[in-house]
């Protein structure tokens, strides 16, 4: 079945022709340090600041673990050099397994409570380890093709399904870089239905990036914040829910106006008329069926991610604060971190050996897999390392204390909508949403405490931010790399998206406003 059925003639430019040339220069991004080098900085600022900042301490709640307010009190501690030095010197380490002491001392000679991001390091490395497995079955793929095709003849019910696909896909597992392989094949069939390249391009990318945006269990947003603000990832998963369903149905109704008035006239297009075209795009001519391994290789990434949310959810508490009875169904007695890491890993080798990979096959993908994530999991412990600088020099509590007075006596929504609107410019300098949550939750949390505001309230407006920036941001490797296949520039692409993050923000907004009030 040919994708491109009854679209405007291909216009196949040289690539050395003066268009193709200006194309190539308006798609070129500007040069932006990348999140490593941005998070190396901070902790050098970090540190050079532990040298003039008070340091000092709250009393702690015993019972919220929690500093309580205005019992702060600056305390003497060794500022000299060599002191200061070994300190940033351990810091790396101790940001991926230091161990906090009952002083609230971090170092890998401890003996206490695991604070460095070990657990999250290893995660991250077998989330990605079974993606690639998954993907190098093929199965994720012809779904999603197979998909496309059952739903031809009726775009704006397959606009509605594809973006539902892809929103679920953002808020569980964070769907990112794994998106990049969709564009070839959705842009070219949005042209063979009539409409235009951004239309094909915005049904991969504003489905997958509104579903992170509201990421209701996304182990690199929900779940690195949640540890680091020291809750659980279900904690505030109702509102989380909720601004699922506004945003990603936002965005639906977003895509499905602007596919109706292209279709209807093609001038319309913010591409202009060319955006009709194929613009040199490989075409897809024919989709395969899929096999019946494809089918049980899907319904197995479906179970794990299903385990993992069943998991992460708090049951229990769930069902005593709304029906005050125990939750019927049995759960698990501890599932974070550490028992999803083997969950992934161990569904990552019965993928290989159901999609037929072999065993030098199943381990160059998990190899690959881990390697591809990797970048992602050293820049939490990178951010990590930041707030071991701030812990160990006992700054983190003045800092604190000079917000304390800030938000003391501000309204609960008052509150959430500044905390959201704050880390906005923070998420374009670190555009890794994991990087992000390890490096601001550590000070968000307890001041959402002193605001009388749920910890889960600050996670929603962190991640609410994070994803709000990184659906626009020119430094992140998914916007610019979507809008290369698509054949779209990035002026282009912000004209189309730009009226939507207004609408996200201001729903983003209201939901943490109005959760943070009923609260």
Not at 61 to 78: M, Q
């Amino acid at each position: 079945m040919t994708l491109l059925q009854d679209g405007p003639a291909e216009t196949n430019e040289p690539p050395d022709s003066p268009h193709a040339k200006e194309q190539d220069e308006g798609r070129k991004p500007r040069w932006f340090p990348t999140a490593f080098t941005v998070l190396a900085a901070v902790l050098l600022l970090v540190w050079v600041a532990s040298f003039v900042i008070p340091s000092g301490a709250y009393e702690m709640n015993p019972e919220t673990g929690g500093p309580v307010p205005g019992t702060y009190k600056e305390i003497d501690t060794d500022k000299s050099l060599p002191h200061q030095f070994y300190k940033l010197w351990a810091a790396p380490t101790n940001g991926l397994y230091g161990i906090e002491n009952e002083q609230g001392n971090v170092s890998v000679d401890n003996s206490g409570l695991l604070y460095g991001a070990a657990q999250i390091f290893f995660f991250v490395l077998a989330i990605g380890a079974f993606i690639s497995v998954t993907m190098r079955t093929g199965a994720i793929q012809a779904g999603i093709g197979r998909l496309a095709l059952r739903y031809r003849h009726s775009p704006a019910l397959l606009i509605v399904v594809l973006m539902s696909v892809f929103a679920l896909a953002g808020t569980t597992e964070g769907m990112a870089e794994e998106s990049l392989g969709f564009f070839v094949l959705l842009v070219p069939l949005a042209l063979g239905l009539g409409f235009d390249r951004m239309t094909g391009f915005a049904i991969v990318f504003l489905g997958a990036g509104s579903g992170v945006l509201a990421s209701t269990v996304n182990p690199f947003a929900t779940g690195v914040a949640s540890d680091a603000a020291g809750i659980g990832v279900g904690d505030g998963i109702g509102l989380r829910v909720v601004m699922f369903f506004a945003i990603v149905g936002a965005a639906i109704a977003y895509v499905l106006r602007y596919a109706h008035r292209v279709k209807a006239d093609p001038s319309r297009s913010v591409l202009g008329v060319e955006g009709m075209t194929a613009a040199g795009m490989e075409i897809a001519e024919d989709i395969p069926p899929m096999t019946g391994r494809q089918k049980v290789v899907l319904g197995l990434f479906a179970f794990a991610f299903a385990v993992l949310i069943y998991g992460f959810v708090p049951w229990g508490d769930i069902s005593q604060s709304i029906f005050s009875a125990d939750f019927p169904l049995p759960t698990f007695t501890s599932f974070f971190f550490a028992q999803a890491t083997v969950l992934f890993i161990v569904m990552a080798v019965v993928v290989g050996m159901v999609g037929r990979l072999g065993e030098e096959g199943t381990v160059s993908a998990i190899i690959s897999g881990a390697s591809d994530f990797l970048g992602a999991a050293l820049i939490i412990v990178v951010a990590r390392a930041v707030t071991v600088v701030m812990k160990n020099a006992d700054i983190t509590d003045t800092i604190l204390s000079w917000t304390e007075s800030a938000v003391t006596g501000t309204s609960s929504g008052v509150f959430a909508a500044v905390l959201l609107l704050v880390n906005l410019p923070i998420a374009f300098l670190v555009p890794s949403s994991s990087g992000h949550a390890a490096l601001v939750m550590p000070i968000l949390a307890p001041l959402a405490d002193f605001a009388e505001v749920p910890r889960s309230i600050a996670v929603t407006g962190y991640q609410s931010a994070s994803g709000l920036v990184n659906l626009i941001t020119p430094t992140s490797a998914v916007v610019m790399g979507a809008i290369a296949l698509s054949r779209i520039r990035y002026d282009q692409f912000l004209r189309f998206v730009m009226p939507f993050f207004g609408i996200a923000l201001a729903i983003s907004l209201a939901c943490v406003v109005i959760g943070a009030s009923i609260s």
